[in-house]
């Protein structure tokens, strides 16, 4: 299989506070994405970052690729409630398939 | 903007019945997609539509199958179903860039939630 893994698979963690999740993967990429999912709804894109592309920013999210450990972390920064909801990296490798990792569940306290 | 609609919403099949969901998008995108979502699985990839005309599989083909019917429409069929192949299934597209690597964001639905008895 070609999926990714990301780990911890939950995070819960106090509103303000950092949230750090980290996403692995098995071949070569183009590009890997973030993706956010509110319960029962479907994924909305956060941020790409691409293969020669180390660290990214977008708001409070951060992003870093290492393509040498085929690894990518996402960084919310000054989490709020209203982030709790599951996070998914993706990526794509030369072809048309974008394949996605496990998922984080994060949950932030009020 | 509908962006990406899926239907139905929510379906409970016997095993062995048939079905198909519908995927529909109005942002003129050539690539279209089909995922399960499983707990604890993430999102898995049943079959892609690279552009109009064509199919390709997945990780997860065995038991599906799909229609291009044109370029807004992508449809997902189980032929007989089985509790398997309980799960929420997502449509998503994007717009390809030329031959180059994919940079395009996935646009996803809400997804259908399909239960086999």
């Known amino acids: 299989s070609q999926q990714g893994e990301e780990d911890p698979q939950a995070l819960s963690i106090q509103e303000g506070e950092n949230a750090t999740m980290n996403c692995s993967y098995k071949?070569?990429?183009?590009?890997l994405q973030w993706y956010r999912q509110n319960s029962g709804r479907g994924l909305v894109h956060l941020i790409l970052?691409?293969?020669?592309?180390r660290e990214k920013h977008s708001g409070r999210l951060r992003v870093t690729l290492d393509t040498s450990k085929k690894s990518s972390s996402l960084l919310i920064t000054a989490s709020r409630a209203a982030d709790t909801a599951s996070y998914f990296c993706?990526?794509?490798?030369?072809?048309?398939?974008?394949?996605f990792g496990t998922g984080t569940r994060l949950k932030v306290l009020a | 903007n509908a962006g990406v609609t899926q239907t139905p919403k929510f379906q409970v099949l016997k095993t062995g019945q048939s079905m198909t969901l519908q995927c529909a998008q109005d942002?003129?995108?050539?690539?279209m997609y089909w995922y399960r979502q499983d707990p604890g699985m993430g999102l898995r990839l049943i079959y892609y539509?690279?552009?109009?005309?064509?199919?390709d599989k997945g990780e997860v083909p065995n038991g599906y199958n799909v229609s291009r019917l044109n370029k807004r429409e992508f449809s997902l069929r189980l032929e007989s179903a089985a509790p398997s192949q309980t799960s929420v299934y997502f449509c998503?597209?994007?717009?390809?860039?030329?031959?180059?690597?994919?940079?395009?964001?996935?646009?996803f639905g809400e997804g259908s939630r399909l239960t086999v008895l």
């Open positions: 998503a597209s994007t717009r390809m860039t030329g031959t180059g690597p994919l940079t395009g964001e996935l646009f």
């Open positions: 071949t070569s990429i183009n590009n």
């Open positions: 970052i691409r293969s020669n592309e």
């Open positions: 993706a990526h794509t490798s030369g072809t048309y398939k974008y394949i």
């Open positions: 942002m003129n995108h050539n690539s």
């Open positions: 539509s690279a552009s109009e005309g064509t199919t």
